[in-house]
Protein backbone atom coordinates (compact mmCIF):
# COMPACT_ATOMS: atom_id res chain seq x y z
CA UNK A 1 0.00 0.00 0.00
CA UNK A 2 1.05 3.30 -0.99
CA UNK A 3 1.16 6.54 1.30
CA UNK A 4 0.31 9.79 0.33
CA UNK A 5 2.17 12.02 2.65
CA UNK A 6 0.17 15.41 2.95
CA UNK A 7 1.88 18.47 4.42
CA UNK A 8 0.02 21.25 5.54
CA UNK A 9 0.30 23.17 8.78
CA UNK A 10 -1.79 22.47 12.07
CA UNK A 11 -2.16 18.83 10.86
CA UNK A 12 -0.85 16.15 13.22
CA UNK A 13 2.25 14.23 10.89
CA UNK A 14 2.43 10.93 12.43
CA UNK A 15 2.82 7.92 10.25
CA UNK A 16 -1.12 6.47 11.05
CA UNK A 17 -2.07 10.21 10.25
CA UNK A 18 -0.41 10.09 6.85
CA UNK A 19 -2.04 6.85 6.17
CA UNK A 20 -5.73 8.27 7.57
CA UNK A 21 -4.99 10.90 4.86
CA UNK A 22 -3.33 8.44 2.15
CA UNK A 23 -6.79 6.49 2.11
CA UNK A 24 -8.80 9.32 2.85
CA UNK A 25 -7.22 11.08 -0.69
CA UNK A 26 -7.34 8.03 -2.55
CA UNK A 27 -11.69 7.28 -1.60
CA UNK A 28 -11.98 11.20 -2.45
CA UNK A 29 -10.52 10.55 -6.08
CA UNK A 30 -13.08 7.71 -6.17
CA UNK A 31 -15.85 10.17 -4.78
CA UNK A 32 -17.15 8.14 -1.80
CA UNK A 33 -18.92 10.75 0.48
CA UNK A 34 -17.66 8.88 3.50
CA UNK A 35 -14.22 9.91 2.61
CA UNK A 36 -14.75 12.96 2.04
CA UNK A 37 -16.39 13.72 5.61
CA UNK A 38 -12.97 11.96 7.13
CA UNK A 39 -11.30 14.37 5.01
CA UNK A 40 -12.77 17.33 6.55
CA UNK A 41 -12.68 16.38 9.78
CA UNK A 42 -8.84 15.84 9.56
CA UNK A 43 -8.79 19.20 7.54
CA UNK A 44 -10.26 21.54 10.78
CA UNK A 45 -10.11 19.95 13.91
CA UNK A 46 -12.69 21.65 15.22
CA UNK A 47 -15.20 20.13 13.32
CA UNK A 48 -14.33 17.08 15.10
CA UNK A 49 -15.54 18.55 18.34
CA UNK A 50 -18.62 20.07 17.69
CA UNK A 51 -21.26 21.25 20.28
CA UNK A 52 -23.11 18.35 22.04
CA UNK A 53 -20.07 15.94 20.72
CA UNK A 54 -18.43 15.33 23.93
CA UNK A 55 -22.00 14.44 26.03
CA UNK A 56 -21.42 11.06 24.20
CA UNK A 57 -18.90 8.61 24.68
CA UNK A 58 -17.98 4.61 23.05
CA UNK A 59 -17.60 2.13 25.71
CA UNK A 60 -16.40 -1.41 25.34
CA UNK A 61 -18.56 -4.10 25.70
CA UNK A 62 -15.75 -6.90 26.99
CA UNK A 63 -12.63 -5.17 27.79
CA UNK A 64 -10.62 -8.58 27.57
CA UNK A 65 -10.77 -10.85 24.06
CA UNK A 66 -8.78 -14.00 23.53
CA UNK A 67 -5.89 -13.42 21.10
CA UNK A 68 -6.29 -15.07 17.81
CA UNK A 69 -8.03 -15.02 14.72
CA UNK A 70 -11.76 -14.16 14.34
CA UNK A 71 -12.25 -12.13 17.44
CA UNK A 72 -15.17 -10.36 17.72
CA UNK A 73 -14.80 -6.66 19.40
CA UNK A 74 -18.26 -4.93 20.23
CA UNK A 75 -18.50 -1.31 21.33
CA UNK A 76 -21.63 0.76 22.26
CA UNK A 77 -22.23 4.60 21.75
CA UNK A 78 -23.77 6.09 25.02
CA UNK A 79 -24.93 9.73 25.88
CA UNK A 80 -22.63 10.51 28.90
CA UNK A 81 -26.03 12.42 30.70
CA UNK A 82 -28.48 9.85 30.72
CA UNK A 83 -26.23 6.45 30.48
CA UNK A 84 -28.41 5.30 27.66
CA UNK A 85 -27.48 3.69 24.21
CA UNK A 86 -27.63 6.45 21.20
CA UNK A 87 -29.06 4.56 17.94
CA UNK A 88 -28.55 5.63 14.94
CA UNK A 89 -24.67 6.76 14.64
CA UNK A 90 -22.69 6.17 11.75
CA UNK A 91 -19.27 4.87 12.39
CA UNK A 92 -16.85 5.79 9.38
CA UNK A 93 -13.28 5.81 10.82
CA UNK A 94 -11.84 2.57 12.51
CA UNK A 95 -8.73 1.79 13.25
CA UNK A 96 -7.29 -1.22 15.76
CA UNK A 97 -3.32 -1.20 16.44
CA UNK A 98 -1.11 -1.52 19.02
CA UNK A 99 1.04 1.45 19.68
CA UNK A 100 -0.12 1.59 23.47
CA UNK A 101 2.74 -0.99 23.49
CA UNK A 102 5.24 1.29 21.18
CA UNK A 103 4.24 -0.78 17.85
CA UNK A 104 1.65 1.33 16.02
CA UNK A 105 3.00 0.04 12.50
CA UNK A 106 1.36 -3.54 14.39
CA UNK A 107 -2.50 -3.41 13.12
CA UNK A 108 -5.53 -5.39 12.65
CA UNK A 109 -8.05 -5.22 10.09
CA UNK A 110 -11.73 -4.15 11.57
CA UNK A 111 -14.64 -5.87 9.28
CA UNK A 112 -17.79 -4.30 10.21
CA UNK A 113 -20.45 -7.46 11.13
CA UNK A 114 -24.70 -6.73 11.16
CA UNK A 115 -25.73 -6.34 15.01
CA UNK A 116 -29.49 -6.50 15.44
CA UNK A 117 -29.31 -3.87 18.84
CA UNK A 118 -29.36 -0.17 17.86
CA UNK A 119 -26.38 1.82 19.14
CA UNK A 120 -23.98 -1.02 19.01
CA UNK A 121 -21.28 -1.94 16.72
CA UNK A 122 -19.70 -5.22 16.06
CA UNK A 123 -15.90 -5.78 14.61
CA UNK A 124 -14.58 -8.21 13.34
CA UNK A 125 -10.31 -8.89 13.89
CA UNK A 126 -7.45 -10.87 14.22
CA UNK A 127 -5.44 -10.58 17.63
CA UNK A 128 -2.71 -12.26 16.79
CA UNK A 129 -0.40 -10.89 19.68
CA UNK A 130 -1.25 -10.41 23.18
CA UNK A 131 -1.19 -7.20 24.88
CA UNK A 132 -2.85 -3.85 24.59
CA UNK A 133 -4.31 -3.27 21.33
CA UNK A 134 -6.00 0.63 20.71
CA UNK A 135 -9.51 0.99 19.00
CA UNK A 136 -9.57 4.44 17.25
CA UNK A 137 -13.60 5.14 16.54
CA UNK A 138 -15.12 8.26 15.02
CA UNK A 139 -18.78 8.42 14.06
CA UNK A 140 -21.15 11.19 13.06
CA UNK A 141 -24.39 10.90 14.92
CA UNK A 142 -28.12 12.02 14.14
CA UNK A 143 -29.06 15.56 15.11
CA UNK A 144 -25.95 16.68 16.73
CA UNK A 145 -23.24 18.53 15.62
CA UNK A 146 -19.95 17.25 14.88
CA UNK A 147 -18.37 13.96 15.47
CA UNK A 148 -17.55 11.39 18.23
CA UNK A 149 -14.58 10.00 18.42
CA UNK A 150 -13.26 7.53 21.15
CA UNK A 151 -9.78 5.65 21.67
CA UNK A 152 -10.52 2.31 23.59
CA UNK A 153 -7.94 0.19 24.90
CA UNK A 154 -8.59 -3.58 24.00
CA UNK A 155 -6.28 -6.35 26.06
CA UNK A 156 -6.06 -9.49 24.02
CA UNK A 157 -5.17 -12.26 26.64
CA UNK A 158 -4.10 -16.12 25.35
Known sequence: MRVLRVAWPNLPHSRAACTVWGRAARAVAQGTAAAMMAVSI??????????????????????????????????????????????GAVVFISRLDMSLDSMGEMTAPLEPVPDVLPGYFRFETDLVMEGDWSLVLMAKLPDADGYVRGKLIVTAVP
Open 42 to 87: LAGPSLAQGAGSSDYQFDLVERELKQGYGAVLTVRLVHRATGKVVP
